[in-house]
Structures are given as C-alpha cells and as structure tokens.
C-alpha cells in the first residue's frame, strides 16, 4: 500500500518592507549638530486621548513590526529620565503655573528628542510614540497659551514619518475610562480649567475642546486623523495599511 504523503502546514509568512530613505527636516531650528540625512529609522506617532486606544495600537504595531524584521524602540510623554518623577511630583501637588508646567513637558520631550528618538532614528530602529508634540500644544492652546509662543518652543522637534490621530467621542472615552479605571484623571478631565465642578461634565466639555483642537493643528500639521470608535482589530489594520504605504514610499 502507498503512504500518504503528509501534509505540512503553512506557516504565515511576514512581508518584510524595507523602509525607503525620508526626506527629513525639523519643525524649525532643531537639535545643533544633528545631521538629518543620517536618521535612517522611521519616526511613528501615535496620538490621541486616555482611552483612545493608543497604548493596545502600538504594542500591536511593536508586534507586527518586530515580526517583521523591524527592531523597535518606545517612547512617550513623561518617560524622560531627567524630570519625569519631578513632573509627576508637580501634577500631584498642582503647584504650577500653566507655563511652568508647560516647560516641565518641553523639558521632558527635549531630554527624550535628544538621546533617545535620534540615536535610535540613527541606528535605523522604527521608533514608536505614544503622544509627540501635537497633544503638548493642543493642551496648552485649551488652556490659553500663545500659539506662537508654543511653536517656538517646540520648534526642536523632528517632523515623524506617520502621524495617527486616534478619534474617541468624549462619551466613548468617558465610558471606556471608567470600565478601565473607575474613575477619571484630574488633568485629562480639565479640572485646574474651571469648566465645571462635577468631574465627569468636566470631562466631556475638556475632551470636546482637545478635539477641537486637534482638528485645527490636523489642518496645519496634516496628520492622519482615524476612526478610534471601530473595534482594535480593525483600527490596527487601518494603521498597517498606512505604514506599509509609509515604508514603501507611497
């Protein structure tokens, strides 16, 4: 009797993309004696509010791009090892003027600009962001402070590869932090705003007005703005489909 031929399973196959070269520059007078020609990695923003889905998006795409030959490094707001327990301190007291606060977050984003983003753009490593520049603006221009102002401030900053705007109704995000958390964060609230005294009306009316804002800085900046009421898995496709065109050159 003939021996039937075994059959072996496919095993998914990762399509590898190899990045093509960005045409790289910085917002304004950036960082002396960086030269941008040799930043070979990819630069990858995520934005968008508590959630939004930012943090399940990027471990997903750390996973997909890992898979796919791509080493990977992470960075975000507060992880800068030179004030970040220092800022935290400060928001816990609520001690600061909006301009001191606002410099801290500078601070913090210049320390992780510096020696983490660039050295790692320069290694060629995909770095990914939770939350760059656009979130630290549009939350000072909620609180009044001078648009100008804010753009020279971070005029340091690396113009990304890809931007995504991940975008929550405020009451979906209301009930997605409450079902996470049980409860809602004084700054991501707007409570040092006045808006209002409850927590919760706070909130909604502080969310509606960051994304006001974000849809301005969208018209001056042109980053993706995408659909974040759509289930993970569907929102994490969409964001592939782009940075496979982005890598691509496309």
Known sequence: MK????????????????????????????????????LAGKLIVVEGADGSGRSTQIARLVEWLEGCGHAT????LKRSTLVSEELNQAQHGNILSHTTLSLFYATDFADQLENMILP????????LADRYIYT????????????????????IALVPDAVFYLNVSPEQLVQRNFAKNH?????????????????FDSFLKYQGLMANEFRRLQSIYGFNIVDGNRLPDEINAD????????????
């Open 183 to 199: 409860s809602l964060d004084y700054w991501e609230s707007g409570m040092d705003l006045g808006l209002s005294r409850e927590m």
């Open 73 to 76: 490094v992470q960075v975000g």
């Open 120 to 127: 790692a753009l320069k290694a060629g490593f995909m770095v």
């Open 239 to 250: 964001l592939r489909r782009k940075i496979e065109a982005n890598l691509a050159g496309r």
């Open 3 to 38: 021996r039937k031929s075994a059959r072996r399973e496919k095993m998914p196959v990762q399509k590898i993309v190899v990045p093509r070269p960005s045409t790289r520059r910085f917002y304004g007078h950036g960082i002396p004696n960086v030269d941008v020609n040799r």
């Open 136 to 155: 630290l603006m549009a939350r000072d221009l909620v609180r009044g402070m001078d648009e100008a102002w804010l753009k020279n401030l971070y005029s």
